[in-house]
């Protein structure tokens, strides 16, 4: 008891409980280190087993940590890619067959068998190891450059949806993921686990934004397609669109001019694209949001996707409408606008993105 007290740093009464229950075997304490466990083997102690097991070890440290993922005292995937490629990263564990008398005793000089563990597969990513770390450290200037809480920045290859870097700093140690920032203080085991999931969260993938001018992209498209703009139209913009009882203004307050739609898409001018939007009406709008595939997820190969949060069709006017032409009103996921515009990059398909590379 004072030796496994000592040296796997549990409680006396912990250990006591586990020692002096009769049973056929109680497991003290499992992930121990190989040099804590050889010292307690070489001990001697009648009674008391050491047997290997593995865990995962990550050489990289922090890189792509919330891609990766980590797992847990059992080995099993805990986030990332280790929860969602489980069951073919584990194996089959394997056994150890002794034989004991009724009340669970082994008995002496019968000796035990074993069922050799079978390996897992591996799996080949599409991320580049190399482009992660570059784009890491830029994510990591930035925050410090702008003393931002975080910075997240995705790669993906628009023509097959394999991404080469998805970065979310600050990123946490693989190899020890249960140990909170120093500047992160809780007071309870609530907290605590909030705290460990903030940490973990990959927010390309879990949180959800309003996409802002960035989206303007897909309501020129949208335009375009549906013939109710072309690039030479005429727009004139004072700085502001009233649309119904609202004034809703450009980022240039004292505005643009007279402009065509190609230069209202150089200057990225709100009141040019609440005007498509309004060609475009509400029911031909939505169809295209629909069409886009914004309403769904992308069915990345990641667990906790965020959904699309965006207005009921019946419940949207022309305000509503207006201020979705430019981004706003309505939230999507980093990953979901990528893949959008990637869709508009290879020519109109809509692809999959993802880590696993077959």
């Not at 049973?23 to 009648?46: H, W």
């Not at 119904?244 to 065509?260: F, K, L």
Request: proline share 4%.
């Amino acid at each position: 008891i004072a030796l496994l007290t000592e040296k796997l740093g549990i409680s006396e009464q912990t250990v006591r409980k586990k020692v002096e229950k009769i049973s056929s075997i109680e497991r003290i304490r499992t992930n121990v280190e190989k040099e804590t466990g050889d010292e307690i083997r070489n001990a001697g102690f009648a009674g008391i087993k050491v047997d290997e097991d593995y865990r995962r070890y990550y050489p990289m440290g922090t890189l792509a940590s919330k891609v990766l993922g980590f797992t847990g005292g059992d080995n099993q995937g805990i986030i990332g890619l280790e929860v969602e490629y489980d069951d073919i990263l584990k194996g089959k564990p394997g056994k150890i067959l002794t034989t004991t008398d009724a009340r669970g005793i082994e008995l002496d000089g019968i000796g035990e068998n074993r069922e050799e563990p079978q390996k897992g597969y591996t799996l080949r990513i599409s991320l580049d190891a190399d482009i992660q770390k570059y784009v890491q450290q830029a994510a990591q200037k930035v925050m410090e450059e702008k003393q931002a809480e975080r910075v997240s920045i995705l790669l993906m290859n628009p023509q097959n949806g394999e991404i080469y870097a998805c970065v979310n700093v600050p990123e946490f140690d693989l190899n020890d993921p249960y140990t909170l920032p120093e500047s992160v203080t809780v007071s309870d085991r609530k907290e605590r686990t909030d705290a460990l999931n903030r940490m973990w969260r990959n927010t390309c993938i879990n949180d959800t934004y309003e996409p802002g001018s960035t989206f303007k992209i897909i309501t020129a498209s949208a335009g375009l397609e549906a013939g109710v703009v072309t690039l030479q139209d005429q727009f004139s913009c004072p700085g502001f669109r009233v649309v119904e009882d609202r004034r809703i203004h450009c980022a240039r307050r004292t505005g643009h001019g007279a402009q065509t739609f190609v230069q209202g898409i150089e200057n990225s001018c709100n009141p040019v694209f609440i005007d498509v939007a309004l060609r475009l009406g509400v029911e031909k709008y939505y169809d295209y949001f629909q069409k886009f595939g914004l309403l769904e997820k992308t069915g990345i190969d990641l667990p906790g996707e965020a959904g699309t949060i965006m207005h009921k069709k019946e419940n949207i006017g022309q305000v509503e409408l207006a201020t979705i032409a430019f981004g706003q009103s309505f939230q999507i996921t980093p990953l979901q606008l990528a893949t959008t515009a990637a869709s508009l990059i290879n020519g109109g398909e809509r692809i999959t993105p993802h880590f696993g590379v077959k």
